[in-house]
Antibody, heavy 116, light 107 residues
Framework: VQLLESGGGLVHPGGSLRLSCAAS????????MSWVRQAPGKGLEWVST????????YYADSVKGRFTISRDNSKSTVYLQMNSLRAEDTAVYYC??????????WGQGTMVTVSS | DIQMTQSPSSVSASVGDRVTITCRAS??????LAWYQQKPGKAPNLLIS???NLQSGVSSRFGGSGSGTDFTLTISNVQPEDSATYYC?????????FGGGTKVEIK
């Protein structure tokens, strides 16, 4: 059972990044998927969730209109397209399963740094 | 949005002590409350879902209780490996929100 994030890095303010998360070891299509982030030295912040069938998406107010979550069940992969990035988006981004109203399986995280 | 207030922000305990962490929601959660443990440099780990449902593989020294707006995580007979930061999270409605965290230090 594994979630492997990729796509993080250093980006200038106003720039874009696309995070990917590849799932393995479980039936991906049965799980809603989420992104949760953690700024350096800070607590956890939920970012976005997509339903298992891709029918529903939810976003934190802090990213609404700038971030887009999507999934490809044929590839067992979930994505987070991040546009108009700001310094306050700097964080470790975790890919997480959301089932039974809890975040069950977590990836190792990918660091996103927004800086000029 | 539902606000989650977690207390204390930090606690220091001796091996064998009982540690209690509380989480208060700004509105009722119908039991949809989860607890996570995070060790430095690691991803969080789900300990308890739906107020008191202990996850497989999690020590029975961890217990959850509560209802309405007030919830508690109890660590009985605390051990050195319990040194970590603990977070509550409401799952009653979107946007999902976390408490601010409680850092547990073992003396």
């Amino acid at each position: 059972v594994q979630l492997l994030e990729s796509g993080g890095g250093l980006v200038h303010p106003g720039g874009s990044l696309r995070l990917s998360c590849a799932a393995s070891g479980f039936t991906f299509v049965n799980y809603a998927m989420s992104w949760v982030r953690q700024a350096p030295g800070k607590g956890l912040e939920w970012v976005s969730t997509i339903s298992h069938s891709d029918a529903y998406t939810y976003y934190a107010d802090s990213v609404k209109g700038r971030f887009t979550i999507s999934r490809d069940n044929s590839k067992s992969t979930v994505y987070l397209q991040m546009n108009s990035l700001r310094a306050e988006d700097t964080a470790v981004y975790y890919c997480v399963t959301y089932k039974g109203n809890a975040f069950g399986i977590w990836g190792q995280g990918t660091m996103v740094t927004v800086s000029s | 949005d539902i606000q989650m207030t977690q207390s204390p922000s930090s606690v220091s305990a001796s091996v064998g002590d009982r540690v209690t962490i509380t989480c208060r929601a700004s509105q009722g959660l119908s039991g949809w409350l989860a607890w996570y443990q995070q060790k430095p440099g690691k991803a969080p780990n789900l300990l308890i879902s739906v107020t008191s449902n202990l996850q497989s593989g999690v020590s029975s020294r961890f217990g959850g209780s509560g209802s309405g707006t007030d919830f508690t995580l109890t660590i009985s007979n605390v051990q050195p490996e319990d040194s970590a930061t603990y977070y509550c999270q409401q799952a009653n409605s979107f946007p999902l929100t976390f408490g601010g965290g409680t850092k547990v230090e073992i003396k």
